[in-house]
């Protein structure tokens, strides 16, 4: 078993990689927090010391998931550069049909009760990691707009987005309505 001192990043990533492994599986419910660390092939106490509990394991891959999602989010805004809201429009899309399609995202939106809070409940490290970037974004492509508008915006198209993905319509439908609510902010903020 390999404790956090000797190598803590090597440990953390093995610990997520055997929770995702878990959760894509749909046995995260049943699984004990000493099942995660065996599989990682650390020690529990170091899973413990790592993520805190078996919930902060769950935020940490999530949001892991959607950094790498954010990633394509990022380049989609910037080859959208013109149009603010239009981008984070195209941003909502592509988070929908993620949370479609991507194995981990889908089982969270469509999990049990234990993976559903990621999303509602203890959704902050999600939505403050989407909505930090979208809010740059804006700022960046909309000098008119202040601080405070840009952050309202990302906060509400996130928030918006979260919402479409936990009862889903039509990806592109709820694309437009995301650019609607984006324009209209944009325009009185």
Not at 26 to 33: D, L, N, T, V, Y
């Amino acid at each position: 078993m390999e404790t956090v001192s000797a190598n803590r990043g090597t440990a953390r990533e093995r610990l997520m990689d055997a929770a995702y492994a878990e959760v894509v599986a749909g046995a995260w419910a049943e699984r004990r927090m000493a099942d995660i660390a065996s599989a990682a092939q650390v020690s529990r106490q170091t899973l413990y010391n790592v993520f805190g509990s078996k919930e902060g394991l769950l935020q940490a891959i999530v949001v892991r998931e959607v950094n790498a999602l954010l990633d394509d989010v990022v380049g989609l805004l910037a080859a959208e550069g013109a149009d603010p809201a239009h981008a984070v429009s195209r941003s909502t899309r592509l988070i929908l049909l993620a949370a479609r399609d991507n194995p981990l995202l889908h089982a969270v939106v469509t999990g049990d009760r234990d993976l559903l809070p990621v999303l509602t409940t203890r959704s902050a490290p999600l939505i403050d990691v989407v909505g930090e970037r979208i809010a740059v974004m804006l700022e960046e492509r909309c000098p008119g707009v202040d601080a405070q508008v840009a952050d309202a915006v990302a906060d509400v198209s996130v928030r918006l987005t979260v919402s479409y993905a936990l009862q889903p319509i039509d990806p592109d439908q709820a694309a437009q309505r995301v650019e609607t609510v984006v324009h209209g902010m944009l325009r009185t903020g």
